[in-house]
């Protein structure tokens, strides 16, 4: 456990230092609000961490949002930020209330979650790492497991995967309201839970300290999650010159730091880690970015399969958001490549 504490308070500092500039020397200063400090987002980590926004004559703002992604969104509409950095439900669910915001970046484009579980379980039901997807799926059979927030997106993933591995959805699986990473590897460490649902690194952690073991990693095991805008930058309309100029600059950097990524985890990740992560298990971030790099690999890119993968998941799970959404009819409304594309002509 002492693992994950060192972790946790590497994140609080992380949060902290997230309200700091990039590099002062810049020109042009990019105000991001950013719901959460995970590290799923990680081409702005990438980016802050080998200075490509300084590349591009920028200095990088990344406003904590504590709130999460409606805080972000409220920062944006109201002049306090340049750009918002937020799930892509929460983006539509702000849309189809009227407000005006336009996708313009997909920061992450897959679905980031693991499904983490206690070895007792496995060895209960003999089920292996290596079985058909099915078959894993089975183990949750009669599991409670762990969320941060009855009805959030961790019980929502949780019952999702269920109803996929033939079990319902609502009968054969329990839900308990434990509270962040660290109060989850903690319920898990100490048998109160069987298995929860989040992004790197916390399956690594679980895993190294024999607490827990990864089963299912959605947007790897899953194609409909892994090809689809997750996580992604949004910014306010109308977009006039001044603003469009800053996205594609930012964009520009993103993809910088997204090669790198690609091109080279274990270095880049190593910066993320003494940058923001100084306490962390330097294992951990690598193991995460390694986990998360081919979400990145797109560098940014937006298209109408994605969108029509996301909205197929959102109506899968049951994702209301009071107005239909049409991946093609939006494009260059709801959400748009050109920013992308303007970013790759340099």
Do not use: C
Not at 93 to 117: C, D
């Amino acid at each position: 456990m002492h693992t994950n504490k060192s972790l946790a308070r590497a994140l609080t500092l992380a949060t902290t230092l997230l309200l700091l500039p990039t590099l002062a020397s810049a020109q042009q200063n990019v105000r991001i609000a950013q719901g959460f400090a995970s590290l799923s987002f990680l081409p702005i980590w990438g980016a802050r961490a080998l200075n490509t926004f300084a590349q591009e004559g920028l200095t990088a703002t990344v406003l904590a949002s504590p709130g999460g992604d409606p805080a972000a969104l409220a920062a944006l509409d109201a002049g306090d930020a340049d750009l918002a950095a937020v799930g892509t439900e929460s983006a539509l669910r702000a849309v189809a209330k009227g407000q005006p915001f336009e996708i313009v970046y997909n920061l992450m484009s897959k679905v980031t979650l693991e499904l983490v579980i206690a070895p007792s379980i496995l060895e209960k039901t003999g089920v292996k790492a290596g079985d058909p997807l099915e078959k894993r799926i089975t183990a949750l059979k009669g599991a409670t497991i762990g969320v941060a927030a009855v009805g959030g997106t961790q019980e929502t993933a949780a019952r999702w995967l269920a109803a996929k591995g033939r079990l319902d959805p609502k009968a054969d699986i329990k839900v308990a309201q434990v509270g962040g990473p660290l109060a989850l590897q903690a319920a898990l460490e100490n048998k109160r839970i069987d298995a929860f649902v989040l992004s790197p690194p916390e399956g690594y952690l679980a895993t190294k300290s024999g607490t827990g073991a990864i089963l299912v990693s959605l947007g790897d095991d899953f194609p409909l999650l892994a090809h689809q805008p997750y996580l992604v930058l949004v910014a306010k309309k109308p977009i006039d010159d001044k603003a469009s100029e800053l996205i594609v600059k930012t964009a520009r950097a993103l993809q910088a730091a997204s090669a790198a990524l690609v091109k080279g985890p274990e270095p880049t990740a190593q910066a993320i880690q003494k940058q923001f992560f100084a306490k962390a298990d330097p294992g951990a971030i690598v193991a995460a970015v390694k986990a998360m790099n081919s979400g990145v690999s797109g560098g940014g890119e937006l298209n109408v399969q994605a969108f029509q993968n996301q909205l197929a998941f959102s109506r899968e799970v049951g994702t209301s958001f009071g107005k239909d959404f049409d991946a093609a009819a939006t494009q260059n409304d709801l959400w748009t490549n050109q920013f992308v594309e303007r970013a790759t002509w340099k």
